[in-house]
């Protein structure tokens, strides 16, 4: 038994056509030339055809930002300039600037997209949290990949864009493509959402994987750091704090809370004992590392912890650096999504999507 | 070993600030008073104040139609006026009105939103149709729970709706409450679609679950029937129409094709085997009843028809009335969307967030 084995009729592949024929010329100015960073500059560049055939979107790089410096150039940064974005090369490119910083570039033009991906810190929130005041302030539409600035100033900034009818998209800085604000925000609209259940950390969920198999912790932890999934300080994902900032930036935006990270109670992995594992294993079960937010009379309770889940959960399934989230619904049922690449291109793809967003319709 | 038992700091609850305080009145006609229509009538009446709070939207209902007939009122059908849609006591309202029909009725008023909730037939599409034509001429946004009218001629409707820069929502005629356009059209967006593969069909995948665990095929469906999940002819649903249908209005709309039933090759359940359900289970392996399109050289295949699936492929934990989907992208990796309410509630859900969606930003 398989599936149909005759050939089928077959559609022509047709691009999806634009309403209307208009193409919108949009700046770009992008802090930040790490991973994520890089892969957006090439992620852009790849999509530049199918962006303008399908979303009438012609986006120009304008100004491209490292912490000493940047490129800069009103007709549009090409992709010779760009010179791979190689580290040494970058400065000696005619349109490198050195000491160029977002404060003193986004407001001489625009409006356009401001895309942050420079690496926040998690307490302060800074640079990126005063790059992104910066942008809102000046009339830029804002998309980031850095959690920090939303956490220090969740309200503040989106205030911020509200006022300034801007958009502010932060699906990268969530779960990457894995597309849990979306489906929180957009497809669930009109529906209360009673409970939101994550596996939103993929070092993490792959070390328990990893140990669920009989590894133990020290020898999963290793394991992810030689294949690159976990950073050589695992201190933020291990204990259960990237978690709990994801789980936050999500409650915040689909239940319309005002949390902070001393609102969530978290508990990381490094007490799970591989015997835990095992056993678990034994009665078909599993344990992951789970974000938590549910309602407890009339309040929300907010939690990040291990927790022992059977056959019939939706995140059951979830393994390896595989991550997944669940929302319990009053009309639509128990609504999951699990997937979405967790690599730097899969999040470049997050911000082009929110990008995307900002000018649809 | 269990989730965190301290007690956690709580957030408040805070319903969603809606930028801006403008309400805006939309008007409402309904066609179709059968499971979903009057589900949808009942949701949109308690959802009236998260409407108005978190969506700015005010909904009246103008009209509600029947085959025979219907209610109209310029200044807003109110809950009494509906009198719980009993069937008998509907006529005796004093708003009701015998032959009021769909073509007399829209374009009397409006713009509003033209609610599609009658049981279109699946070769001809009429009457819902004739319904959608009317009412995107007559400048009324369209919503809508029928396949029938998209199947019968999905460019000229989404075509007609463009050109008079209208909206048209089918979430609820693809797999209702899970939100399989959403994800495809708005969480991709930017992502190019490699693959779509999905167990659309609520109907099949319980009788095929029920066979697994040992029930012959005649019982597995009664056993559908006497719970309401199968209709008493489930020639459709079983012999894979209604997911041929599903998956052709998901892949028109995420990959600008232009299919019709005739590409899409079909085989439905009623072949399979309880020894083949047996000896796939015994395998550790599940048969389900899957729609795929996906790209042979330059060209798309679609079809319909029971797979072996094993422990790995993101839909095996997809069990009994539930739905799930699986999107292959060249960006973003796999996303797999599972879950969502079928029943007329479901559906009620999905129509309102499309004419939230209609409205939003």
């Not at 199918?50 to 100004?63: E, I």
């Not at 307490?123 to 600035?149: M, N």
């Not at 950073?231 to 936050?248: F, I, Q, S």
């Amino acid at each position: 038994l398989k599936g149909p084995k005759e050939k089928g009729t077959m559609g022509e592949p047709a691009p999806r056509a634009l309403a209307g024929s208009a193409v919108e010329r949009v700046l770009i100015g992008v802090a930040g030339l790490g991973h994520v960073g890089k892969a957006f500059v090439g992620l852009v560049q790849d999509k530049a055809d199918s962006l303008r055939t399908r979303f009438g979107l012609d986006l120009k790089f304008w100004a491209l930002l490292k912490s000493d410096g940047g490129l800069i150039s009103d007709s549009g940064i090409s992709l010779e300039d760009l010179a791979g974005l190689d580290q040494s090369r970058l400065t000696l490119s005619p349109l490198w600037k050195t000491g160029l910083g977002v404060e003193d570039v986004l407001p001489r033009s625009g409006p356009g997209v401001f895309v942050d991906c420079t690496p926040s810190n998690i307490q302060t929130g800074e640079p990126g949290l005063a790059y992104i005041r910066t942008a809102l302030k000046a009339g830029w539409h804002v998309v980031t990949a850095g959690k920090g600035p939303l956490v220090a100033d969740f309200e503040g900034l989106r205030g911020l864009a509200r006022d300034n009818h801007l958009g502010l998209g932060f699906s990268a800085a969530t779960a990457a493509a894995l597309p849990a604000l979306d489906i929180g925000v957009h497809s669930l609209a009109g529906a209360d959402v009673l409970s939101i259940e994550g596996i939103l950390n993929g070092t993490s969920n792959f070390i328990l994987t990893q140990m669920g198999e009989g590894a133990p912790y020290e020898v999963a932890l290793k394991l992810a750091q030689v294949r690159g999934i976990a950073e050589p300080n695992p201190a933020l994902d291990v204990g259960g704090w990237d978690t709990a900032v994801k789980l936050l930036l999500i409650a915040n935006s689909v239940l319309g809370l005002g949390l902070t990270r001393g609102d969530v109670q978290v508990e990381g992995i490094t007490g799970v004992r591989p015997e835990d594992l095992t056993q678990a294993r034994r009665k078909g079960r599993a344990i992951k590392l789970i974000g938590r937010i549910r309602r407890e009379g009339d309040r929300w309770r907010a939690e990040v912890g291990p927790v022992s889940i059977d056959r019939t959960h939706p995140l059951f399934g979830v393994e390896g650096t595989n991550k997944g989230i669940t929302f319990e619904t009053d009309t639509m049922g128990s609504v999951t999504v699990s997937g979405g690449k967790s690599d730097p291109r899969g999040a470049a793809a997050a911000l082009l999507k929110d990008i995307i967003h900002v000018f649809r319709k």
